[in-house]
DNA sequence: CTCTGGACTTAGAATGCTAAGA
DNA sequence: TCTTAGCATTCTAAGTCCAGAG
């Protein structure tokens, strides 16, 4: 097994972990361990509330009138909106020719309140189809499809001729074709793909192949060495571009985005059973090099340009075939209705393919979409049978029958994914099924520690406490000759599994556990809310069960580069805040001497401030204080310049500074005797303590939140929210609590969830 | 059966935008 | 008022699962 060979040296973690995310966190799980299942299994999470139907059964009356109707109502609306578009064009050369200055922020405003009013006139075209007030779910696919077709990206700009690659301290002439991927590379320079050597080996390969291909460099230069390739002149200019761009006016920046939105406006929208609806890619994947996750053998390689005549177009027979770029010709018309893509190609990399799709806010993925979590709910009338089932089956006789037991508990309690076989040239992660020896540790009586790479090259790293047969199966499972590198479950793969499952309910698979148990999660976790206190701790209590979901299906995101300033700014704040309370209680102690012994414990902490812990604060707040006022020196005189007005003489910054200097040696002063200053407006121990009251407050405040920050910082609730949790258990929460839908949803979540957030009432539940 | 092509969902990174803070 | 952090959106990689061929 080629697999056993390459494990072992297998321990080091991939590029972007040990770059951008920090060790995973222990999370310690208990499951409590349940031989007499009959009883209160934790295990059997069953629901007890009885089935309740969706709103789906009363099928209201048809408020949509046929398409033609829809039809002209839209085009009207078309004809509205542009209208009112070449309206603000026009104005806004008027304007211009008027005069600049005092209209422009009129006419800014005008055209806001224009763009917004064409937004609204969106959002009420297109929740014009309610397909889920209609009973029948029809089964994806479509009777007539019309849409335009794919948008290209650019033709390749060469560089300007300045710009170009150093070949050992050389420049070289190069075709268009290698240029162009030659910037690939430099764009990416200083980026953890950029100094990735295998990124680099793949690109530098693809990169001599194109070179080839286009009769090498034509200035004779030979190049053989990535080491010798010198790509910062071309970094450079990329980054003086991006400098450029940013500091381009709100007005330019605008006129960018209409722009590029009147040139994308046709492949927007395409007509889906004679309604309009948005598509979701329309535009074809631009070239580049295709970067892998994790330790991705291809990452690096390039991907190329895809053309006309790679796309497959899928419309209706007597839909008009979309114009293909000039002097290009479409690869192959189709027309089939079974499938929901409306154009497609090969890309290169695997031979793999891509597809143009519907948007989410469509009516087929709110369909399936509906469909999946009906799925999903059906599974709650299963699950105590299943639960039931693989207990049993762990002592079962036969492996294969063990083997799926223990892979659908695991699968069942900490939502692992099915885990399908992989080839050679993909990033090495697993799944249940793909599990190996060295991914799962057990240490006895019944702890098992898994540590492996799931989907997206992303940690899982849990220690658990496991049922104890669960446990001695795996132990069995472990047992020799195996050794690391060897399948754990050697008797299965998900299709044998997922074809056990469909005995027990039509379309049951192993990623309908996940939705069923975080929707499940969900429910459970929004049911211990009290309906009681403001919004925002409404909120608040929300976002805790989406991230207890989150954590259950093991969500993670990188931290962002500023995350670790930011947490040490805060800790900073809060330990400085300890320090003021220190100082104040030393305050309250040189007024009566004799509070102290008192109360001891409330001025034990005095004790813990060390002299070098009170140099350090003091050097960082001075550090600070100076900072601030050089910074407001310089904008101030910036502003001034700008303004043609006098400027601040450097005298002026000095005196602030002093002011600095005063409080350093004040600071000194303070260490040196160990007495505080006592401001006058706190000279009685009243005052000083009310002061404190005020500081506990704020430390516990600041602590929270830094708290809150740090356990977020590693977990991403969108994706669960995006695809795992029933979108009516939102719906539900804000209509029972009082709580607006946006505050939950953004606009888009609530396009694409418009079917659930009209088709529940607040007793719905999952 | 097993294997693979094909079509779909799920996923975090990259990028863009906006509102809160210095 | 400008910056910047954090949120929303876009992008496309990486999974799952099924069907049909052999």
Known sequence: MTRAEMSSDDEDTPLSQTISRKNTKVRKVVVEEDSDYDSDDVLSKQPKKKKTKTTLKDKKVKLEVGSDDDDEVMSKKLEKKKKKKSKSKTSKKSVKIEEEGQKELKKKKEEEEEEEEEEDDEDTKEESYKWWEEGDSKDAGWTTLVHNGVMFPPDYEPLPSHIKLYYDNQPVELPPEAEEVVGFYAALLETDHGKNPVFQKNFFNDFLQVLKENGGTLNGIQIKSFNKCDFTKIYNYFEVLKEEKKKLSAQEKKELRLERQKEEEPYKFCELNGRKEQVGNFRVE????????????????????????????????????????????????????????????????????????????????????????????????????????????????????????????????????????????????????????????????????????????????????????????????????????????????????????????????AKVFRTYNASKTMQDQLDLIPNEGSVAEKLLRYNAANRTVAILCNHQRSVTKGHAQSVQKANFRIKELVWQRIRLKKSMLQLDKKLRKKNPKFYAEIDDLTKENEIEIHEKIIERENEKYQRKFVRENDKRKFENEELLEEKVLNEWLEKVENLKEEFAEEVKTGKIVIKPTLNTVEKLEKQIEKLDLRIETSSIQLKDKEENSEVSLGTSKINYIDPRLSVVFCKKFGVPIEKIFTKSLREKFTWAIESVDENWRF
């Open 286 to 509: 631009p070239p580049d090099l295709f970067r892998g996750r994790g330790k991705h053998p291809k990452t690096g390689k390039l991907k190329r340009r895809v053309h006309p005549e790679d796309i497959v177009l899928n419309l209706s027979k007597d839909a008009p075939i979309p114009k293909p770029p000039k002097g290009h010709k479409w690869g192959e018309i189709r027309h089939d209705p079974n499938v929901q893509w409306l154009a497609m190609w090969r890309e290169n990399i695997f031979n793999s393919f891509k597809y143009v799709r519907l948007a989410a806010n469509s009516s087929l993925k709110g369909q399936s979409d509906l469909k999946k979590f009906e799925k999903a709910r059906e599974l709650k009338s299963h699950i105590d049978a299943i639960r039931r089932d693989y207990r049993r089956s762990l002592k079962s006789k036969v492996m294969l029958e063990r083997q799926k037991a223990v892979a659908i508990y695991l699968i069942d309690v900490f939502a692992l994914r099915a885990g399908g076989e992989k080839s050679e040239d993909e990033a090495d992660t697993v799944g249940c099924c793909s599990l190996r020896y060295e991914h799962v540790t057990l240490q006895p009586p019944n702890i098992v520690i898994f540590d492996f790479l799931g989907k997206d090259s992303i940690r899982f790293y849990q220690e658990v406490e496991v049922d104890k047969q669960v446990f001695k199966d795996l132990i069995i499972f472990k047992r020799p000759p195996k050794q690391p590198g060897h399948q754990l479950f050697d008797r299965l793969d998900p299709s044998i599994l997922n074809k056990h499952l469909q005995s027990y309910m039509p379309g049951l698979t």
